[in-house]
């Protein structure tokens, strides 16, 4: 459907703070705003969380977690960047595309998804204010207007349910209030990038109903050369529109209820595939790469349009022993994108015998378009007794239905199919949590779901072979966790969490179009081990906090991406194992110089001597291969999972020097690292990456009362050209990320 006309009636139209991480600091700002208390000047401020459903001190929860407040969000978006910007922004977090701004993949401690299909399932759950976003093209919807942003690491299935092995990305945005407010921030930089992010509060009556409307609209011109066609600035260009309208009415202290419309209109281009850029025989940037040009006789401008809207309604009453939430939401999302897969150009003679490809060899032109028809309702109702005692107890129910066509066609081949995914699930949950004595904190939690998916073919092609091809899978689990938080002084504390969670069974259709049949794979379960300390010392001018964890998965869930094949098939290896650490830091080395620093480090291992993999075309597999049915296969026992990078790395620093009475000059970089990264299942010697780094630097005046800044900026600063992915099926193509941004922006507040 087409919502761009509905949509849009929803669209409204400081001292810097900055907070990378979860135990980094938000500087001097509201604590209603931004989920930080105050504190005393030149110390560190609270970080309030809602990993329990309940905000809490970070210090004081048994989990680990990371966040990044709501400059801070600006600031990384400072050059219209998307959601796959938050990659490597918190330890253990990675996030990547090669469906551009529609189809993010996420990725925590090595656990995710490489499946490019608008239908894959990921173990990675999106929760943006309290509703799950599950389809890939709902968690591509435009972060504006935001309060704050957590990242959960580790199974967080009791409380959030929907396929949370790995973790959760937590979003919340602001909320209307009962005094008139607004934030404004815009940029403006190369390329004609562009990037109005705001919101304002209007207390209709005062401590009864409350509007806030938020918006945002992101511009880039296009800036990519065709060397095929000897078109000028064709590709890379993109307008994305999104708004947000939500009214809180409160009839009384104890009952709230908020309702909220959201939409976004994306208008933009699809990643650009770069074809032969890689070796052979390493990873390096070989001389057909040319960040400023692709060699593309296809793919009709690499065109992606999508529209979402997310509706929701919530309700809260505050009874004497317990409040009452019940959450209520619909979403959809509709759109299509489409590319010149294979990355070069073929020239053919009369006969349609191939005279010349490039750049490199092409060994057979692809041209694609997946499109997705999608509708999803969630409900949760959950009763949660009133902070304060002794005990801590919370019960709930939640109800999830999805349903969606995706459709894909070749231009030239395939032909058109479309399939048909359905979902359905229900649970039950509880936690418990009993502080034992003035220094220990014992939770607990269940969740029994049940979960069954459905497929059919309901377009089919001459390809796709006869029939529906009905598949049902189901699966109905228990999983559960405990925990224990233990203060071991004023200002240091240590916990430990086992958690036990899993990934429903998913379907996989694409293949369909290509002539095979649907792929199924089993539950994944997942046992994680967790311990981790937290502690505030120095007069509390620094925050250390860190966490080890092992897990095993049985029967985990990969998808083999790719290989001379083009195929994309659900496989369950037999098991998989990772083990790393996280650390969060912050330093206030003066009340007005912040420094603040994160590490991970992850080592994940496949563990299945059977499982066989198809490869690619033209790159060195440095894998074990057997030949399965006349096809070459890799064997990937002992691989890293894919997209897993082995280390991340981040540091911020921000140094303020006072003019006059009322201001301040403020420098602020930040710089993020990851470390070695394999893209798919097998191992080559083309298809990883290492050593990235990237930087940004923002220099501006604020005043230090708060209503504004202006500053200078460079997001990408060394211009540094950094492989994200690659695609492997016809050639060693790869795409990568985005080019060096300097611009100047604004910020009002309100």
């Not at 991406?561 to 194992?577: I, P, T, W, Y």
Request: charged fraction near 20%; glycine fraction near 10%; proline fraction near 4%.
């Amino acid at each position: 459907m087409t919502i761009r006309s509905t949509a849009t009636r929803f669209l409204g139209t400081s001292t810097l703070a900055f907070a990378t991480l979860a135990a980094q600091p938000a500087l001097a700002q509201d604590a209603d705003v931004t989920g930080a208390q105050e504190t005393a000047a030149g110390q560190l401020n609270t970080i309030i969380v809602t990993a329990n459903r309940r905000e809490e001190n970070l210090q004081d929860v048994a989990v680990s977690a990371a966040t990044l407040d709501a400059d801070t969000v600006k600031t990384i978006f400072d050059a219209g960047a998307e959601v796959t910007a938050l990659a490597a922004r918190v330890p253990g977090l990675f996030v990547e595309s090669s469906n551009g701004r529609a189809a993010p993949r996420f990725y925590i401690r090595g656990l995710g998804n490489t499946d490019f299909d608008l239908a894959a399932s990921q173990p990675v759950s999106v929760v943006m204010d309290e509703i799950v976003l599950e389809n890939v093209t709902l968690k591509a919807f435009p972060i504006f207007d935001v309060e704050r942003i957590e990242v959960l690491r580790g199974p967080q299935g009791t409380l959030f349910g929907r396929n949370t092995p790995a973790g959760i990305v937590k979003i919340d945005t602001a909320r209307p209030g009962d005094e008139f407010a607004a934030r404004f921030s815009a940029s403006y930089g190369s390329f004609s990038s562009l990037s109005l992010d705001g919101g304002v509060t209007v207390p209709i009556a005062p401590g009864v109903a409350s509007l806030r409307v938020s918006g945002l609209y992101q511009h880039r011109d296009d800036w990519i050369d065709n060397g095929f066609t000897g078109q000028d600035d064709v590709l890379g260009g993109y307008d994305e529109l999104a708004g947000r309208a939500q009214l809180l009415i409160t009839p009384d202290s104890r009952l709230s209820m908020l309702g909220t419309v959201a939409f976004r209109d994306l208008d933009g281009t699809s990643t650009p595939f770069r074809a032969n850029i890689l070796g052979p025989g390493n990873n390096d940037l070989n001389d057909n790469y040319d960040r400023d040009t692709v060699f593309y006789d296809a793919g009709g401008g690499n065109v992606a349009e999508y529209n979402a809207l997310i509706a929701s309604f919530r309700l809260d009453y505050e009874a004497d022993f317990a409040t009452l939430t019940s959450i209520t939401a619909y979403a959809e999302s509709d759109g299509s994108s489409r590319g010149d897969i294979d990355g070069g150009w073929i020239r053919r003679d009369a006969n349609g015998d191939v005279i010349e490809t490039g750049p490199g060899l092409i060994w057979f032109e692809s041209d694609t378009q997946d499109s997705i028809d999608l509708d999803q309702f969630t409900h949760e109702v959950r009763l949660a007794s009133n902070p304060g005692d002794m005990i801590d107890w919370q019960v709930g129910m939640f109800v999830f239905q999805s349903d969606f066509d995706v459709t894909t066609v070749g231009f030239g081949f395939p032909p058109s199919v479309t399939v048909r995914h359905t979902n359905d699930a229900w649970a039950t949950f509880g936690q418990l949590s009993v502080q034992a004595s003035n220094a220990v904190k014992l939770t607990g939690g269940v969740r029994w779901t049940d979960d069954k998916k459905r497929f059919r073919v309901v377009s089919p092609s001459f390809i796709s072979g006869p029939g529906a091809q009905y598949r049902i899978v189901e699966d109905d689990r228990l999983s559960w966790d405990l925990s224990a938080f233990v203060d071991v002084g004023d200002d240091a504390s240590v916990y430990a969490r086992i958690a036990n969670g899993f990934r429903a069974p998913t379907i996989q259709g694409r293949d369909v179009a290509f002539g095979s049949p649907p792929s199924v794979a089993t539950s994944e379960k997942i046992m994680s081990y967790e311990a981790g300390f937290k502690s505030e010392f120095a007069g509390r001018t620094i925050r250390l906090n860190g966490a080890v964890y092992y897990y095993t998965i049985e029967d985990p869930q990969f998808s083999a991406v790719g290989g001379a094949g083009n195929l994309v098939q659900l496989v369950n290896a037999d098991k998989g194992r990772g083990l790393g650490f996280e650390l969060d830091s912050a330093f206030q080395v003066t009340p007005d110089f912040l420094i603040t620093a994160g590490l991970s480090w992850n080592d994940t291992k496949i563990q299945d001597d059977a499982l066989a993999v198809g490869i690619c075309a033209q790159c060195t597999v440095t894998d074990p291969t057997v030949v399965l049915s006349g096809n070459t296969r890799a064997l990937v026992d002992g691989n890293p999972f894919p997209n897993a990078p082995e280390w991340i790395a981040d540091v911020t620093a921000r140094y303020a020097f006072p003019v006059g009475d009322t201001g301040e000059v403020f420098f602020f970089t930040d710089w993020a690292y990851q470390g070695k990264t394999n893209f798919f299942l097998y191992e080559s010697e083309e298809f990883t990456a290492n050593n990235q780094i990237e930087g940004g630097l923002r220099i501006g005046y604020a005043r230090t009362d708060g209503p504004f800044e202006v500053a200078a900026f460079v997001r990408n600063i060394t211009d540094a050209d950094n492989v994200k992915g690659g695609i492997d099926f016809n050639n060693n193509t790869a795409f990568v990320n985005d080019p060096r941004v300097f611009g100047i922006s604004a910020r009002v507040n309100y």
